[in-house]
T-cell receptor
Framework: KQEVTQIPAALSVPEGENLVLNCSFT??????LQWFRQDPGKGLTSLLL?????REQTSGRLNASLDKSSGRSTLYIAASQPGDSATYLC?????????????FGGGTRVLVKP | SAVISQKPSRDICQRGTSLTIQCQVD?????MFWYRQQPGQSLTLIAT?????????ESGFVIDKFPISRPNLTFSTLTVSNMSPEDSSIYLC????????????FGPGTRLLVL
């Protein structure tokens, strides 16, 4: 059974500092990995999806890396801003199939202080 | 991307009653799902909503408690039946749309409080 862990559970940084968020998974035979952002009381916004054949994916200030062999993904957010304050979740498909049911990590709650 | 809407956005309900949540997607959908997020926790999958047939439920969730319908490709409903305070959660629907490959998009969620 796939288990997804995110460490740390919470992170507080001053504005301008780079953020590094970690995600680990127990079954390395994943099809893809997706990073989401959730604002308090809101739904999820998809940030990045990395296919299993990719090593990294970039969108603006966000960069996500994937190391399947070690069961890890890292989300980097460059030059953090107060608007980046949110909970960040990673998720992988529960079985080896495309677009399938996701198992989520517990999330990292980020606070960027002005 | 895809836009997913949910109604209602929030509700306060009495114990023993039922609430039906609607989910509408603005794009061609390949798969739809319902998740629950209990207070302070991450998301747990309730079921896969199958078009025109019974939903596929995850361990710990049953049709009598969470009946789901999906009458067409882009619309689904989740009913939370015979509610108790333990059902107080955010309920989210999600979809994989045809043109996005595997990216899964989420609705804004329905925040439910059961008294």
């Amino acid at each position: 059974k796939q288990e997804v862990t995110q460490i740390p559970a919470a992170l507080s940084v001053p504005e301008g500092e780079n953020l590094v968020l970690n995600c680990s998974f127990t079954d390395s035979a994943i099809y893809n990995l997706q990073w989401f952002r959730q604002d308090p009381g809101k739904g999820l916004t998809s940030l990045l999806l990395i296919q299993s054949s990719q090593r990294e994916q970039t969108s603006g200030r966000l960069n996500a890396s994937l190391d399947k062999s070690s069961g890890r993904s890292t989300l980097y957010i460059a030059a953090s801003q107060p608007g980046d304050s949110a909970t960040y979740l990673c998720a992988v498909p529960m079985i080896k199939a495309a677009g399938n049911k996701l198992t989520f990590g517990g999330g990292t709650r980020v606070l960027v202080k002005p | 991307s895809a836009v997913i809407s949910q109604k209602p956005s929030r509700d306060i309900c009495q114990r023993g009653t039922s609430l039906t949540i609607q989910c509408q997607v603005d794009s061609q959908v390949t798969m739809m799902f319902w998740y629950r997020q209990q207070p302070g926790q991450s998301l747990t999958l309730i079921a896969t909503a199958n078009q025109g047939s019974e939903a596929t439920y995850e361990s710990g969730f049953v049709i009598d408690k969470f009946p789901i319908s999906r009458p067409n490709l882009t619309f689904s409903t989740l009913t939370v039946s015979n509610m108790s305070p333990e059902d107080s959660s955010i309920y989210l629907c999600s979809a994989v749309v045809s043109r996005s490959r595997e990216t899964q998009y989420f609705g804004p969620g329905t925040r439910l409080l059961v008294l």
